[in-house]
């Protein structure tokens, strides 16, 4: 495959298609794929496999849905896109033709077999390398070509990947953000031996998305959920002592309020735990664990909840599911308290903080304001405002952490990931911090 570029490319197949980062992916590479070939008049065919029949058709549901609100938002493109053709008339009658058409390009399959012919593969699967590597072994068994594999892994590293799948160079990091059509960021994570083709290509395909790249190191974790993990960690060790003195459900109330209000932030810690994934976010803090000798990760609390069933993550509408706390209409009205959910006292931060996430995102002073923010708090002797502290801090040198341990490039590569990949209104090795 020398010298391909993507154009070339017309067997593309996203494994895990159903799940809701490779529906996504699906999305992403079938829109992309057919605007790159319909005016060239070439055929491609995206194979979207699982093991759900149903999940295929849930998927092929979903991308209706997505493909309608596309063009409704960007009538301008699918008008391009059909150029010198025929006038279609309407605006429906358009939006009717575009879907419909990308639809043609995807075909959907429950047998791995029907890789064979693929030359790009995006691999979507469950967090386990068994798994992603039995699959790339099964292709390598019956493919026609030596096809390049995109792995969407939060957490285990490419080489290992590689390794136990013998691809040596085929395959990389390509690591989105749910969801993909409208996260920004790409962590794109080679190995020693990544083919320069195969590099090239992934870096031609995160900017013909419009992606924001990040270039990471080939360690557990990468750079979000070094962060992310670390900080989990931090954050139920922070629980598990506060909760001596103010009991599991204030503890876990008040760490998740002061991570989203003083710290200014879209969601809380363990609001975010719960977005995520209960199971996942522990079965990325086992990986670390395992590959991290040196380091122990507290994985009590999300241990504690998996064993009452308590799984979070999100429903068909991206909607979070019950997880530490208990959602209506997307704000918190009971917190888990080993059995059921319990109602909560709301905290009143009213005299510690101003502006709400929302208010302060975009503000063109919102660097002064956050500094100013921070050495405000650190001046009040309050309990939640020490807290908020010395989390910021922690974070500070989780960050920091990464950079002398080679597991990020750059001190902008972690604070890019965080407000890019996290929404965060400024990253963890922040300037201002020196002031407190």
């Known amino acids: ?31 992309y794929f057919f605007k790159l070939n319909f005016k060239k008049g070439i055929k491609f065919e995206l194979l979207a496999i699982d093991v759900s029949e149903t999940g ?29 053709e025929p006038d279609e008339g309407s605006k429906e009658v358009y939006f009717k033709k575009y879907t419909e058409d990308v639809l043609k390009c995807i075909k959907t399959s429950t047998s791995i077999e029907s890789a064979k012919e693929a030359a790009l593969i ?20 019956i493919t026609t070509v030596n096809p390049f594999y995109f792995t969407n892994t939060s957490s285990i590293p490419i080489k290992s990947i590689e390794q136990k799948a013998n691809v040596k160079g085929r395959v990389i990091g390509f690591h989105f953000y749910n969801p993909p059509p409208v996260q920004k960021l790409l962590e794109i994570i080679k190995t020693d031996n990544c083919l320069k083709e195969l590099e090239l290509i992934a870096q031609e395909l995160a900017k013909s998305l419009n992606k924001t790249v990040v270039n990471a190191p080939d360690f557990t974790g990468f750079i979000g959920n070094g962060v992310f993990i670390r900080e989990v960690s931090y954050a139920i060790g922070l629980v598990e002592s ?40 522990k079965s990325i803090m086992d990986i670390m664990e395992n590959d991290f000798k040196n380091e122990h990760f507290n ?3 999300l241990k504690h909840l998996l064993e009452q069933n308590i799984i979070g993550g999100q429903d068909n509408n991206g ?30 931060f009213d005299e510690l903080v101003n502006l709400t996430w929302r208010e302060l995102r975009g503000a063109k002073n919102m660097d002064a304001i956050l500094s100013n923010h921070f050495v405000d708090l650190s001046k009040s002797n309050g309990v939640a405002a020490k807290i908020a502290v010395e989390y910021l801090k922690v974070c500070n040198k989780i960050g920091k ?35 407190i």
């Open 1 to 31: 495959m020398s010298g391909k570029t993507l154009s070339e490319f017309k067997n593309i197949c996203v494994l895990g298609a159903s799940g809701k980062m490779g529906r996504g992916i699906v999305f992403l590479m079938a829109q």
């Open 401 to 435: 952490d990464l950079v002398a341990d080679g597991i990020a490039f750059h001190d902008k590569d972690v604070n890019s990931v965080m407000k890019l990949g996290f929404h965060h209104l400024y990253g963890p090795i922040i300037p201002f911090l020196k002031k």
């Open 299 to 301: 994985n009590a609390l």
């Open 242 to 281: 506060l909760a001596l003195e103010k009991g599991l459900i204030n503890a876990v109330f008040l760490v998740n309020e002061i991570t989203k209000k003083l710290l200014i932030r879209p969601m809380g810690i363990f609001e975010v735990v719960d977005y995520v994934g209960i199971n996942v976010c």
């Open 56 to 84: 295929l058709k849930n998927m092929i549901s979903y991308l209706e849905v997505q493909l309608a609100k596309f063009s409704e938002k960007n009538f301008s493109q699918i008008i391009e896109i059909y150029s010198g």
């Open 319 to 348: 909607k979070v599911k019950n997880g530490n706390f208990k959602y209506e209409l997307g704000e918190i009205v009971g917190v888990f308290n080993g059995i059921n959910y319990s109602n909560f006292n709301q905290l009143n």
């Open 122 to 141: 995006f691999e979507a699967v469950a967090e386990s390398i068994d798994l992603k590597a039995e699959l790339m072994c099964k292709i390598e068994a």
